[in-house]
């Protein structure tokens, strides 16, 4: 079965679950954030930084560190972190502002969290993740060792451990998305991956600058994807 993938297949509506029918469904923000653009690298960059500091201006400076935060973890540019009630931060993360983290998320020791980073509710970044001007939506997961830099993990995205999402070429020039062998730029010189709902990755996969992965799509263990990984009923691997 050949399946044409399209610019089309790109669209942050078909990417992410925007309808509410998830048994945690995302915030209405969020969801607003997602639809404010077509395609998802329009998210990434400066109008991420922006949703991130409109989020935490919208908190009273009083109330923006709820969660459960171990005393041993690292927090630096306080009066720009929000850790909501019900949040865990365990002992050892360091989390620099700015960064959002929902009820529900998780924190893990050893994580790090360097700024303009929106962690949703029920999501994890683990011991030895390192996340950077990303947002992970409901339920995705880097939960070992992984890298996620200008990037965005759809709901229930999961990481397999030693995940690398590469976000800058060894040219520095532009990023391109490609798909159905067509290349668009994306107006960025640092953009790492996008994840579907559910897609996941297996250990050690490296992710080129620039791929996207459709929903429930897989990158196998010891490989690297570039451009658009496809997801569909009995598909487990499809490139373009």
Not at 3 to 20: A, Y
Not at 29 to 49: C, I, N, T
């Amino acid at each position: 079965m050949n399946i044409k993938f399209t610019i089309d297949s790109c669209r942050n509506e078909e990417l992410f679950n925007l309808k509410g029918t998830l048994t945690v469904p995302l915030r209405p923000v969020v969801v607003e954030y997602l639809r404010s653009r077509d395609f998802p690298w329009e998210l990434l960059g400066k109008p991420l930084a922006e949703f991130v500091s409109a989020r935490i201006a919208e908190v009273e400076p009083t109330k923006r560190l709820q969660g459960n935060i171990s005393p041993m973890a690292f927090l630096e540019n306080k009066d720009s972190i929000v850790i909501e009630e019900g949040a865990v931060v365990e002992a050892g993360a360091y989390i620099s502002g700015p960064t959002f983290i929902e009820s529900g998320a998780t924190v893990r020791h050893g994580a790090y969290i360097r700024g303009q980073a929106y962690i949703c509710q029920g999501a994890v970044v683990g011991h030895a993740s390192e996340v950077k001007g990303a947002l992970l939506l409901n339920g995705a997961k880097a939960a070992h060792f992984a890298y996620v830099g200008d990037s965005i993990l759809g709901q229930e995205a999961n990481l397999g451990a030693g995940t690398k999402c590469a976000n800058l070429r060894l040219d520095h020039r532009e990023v391109k998305v490609v798909v159905g062998g067509t290349s668009i730029p994306s107006g960025l010189k640092k953009f790492g991956a996008i994840f579907g709902r559910a897609a996941q990755s297996g250990c050690n996969a490296v992710t080129n600058p620039g791929t996207i992965l459709a929903p429930s799509a897989l990158v196998l263990p010891n490989t690297t994807a570039t451009g658009f990984v496809g997801g569909r009923p009995g598909i487990k691997l499809r490139t373009q």
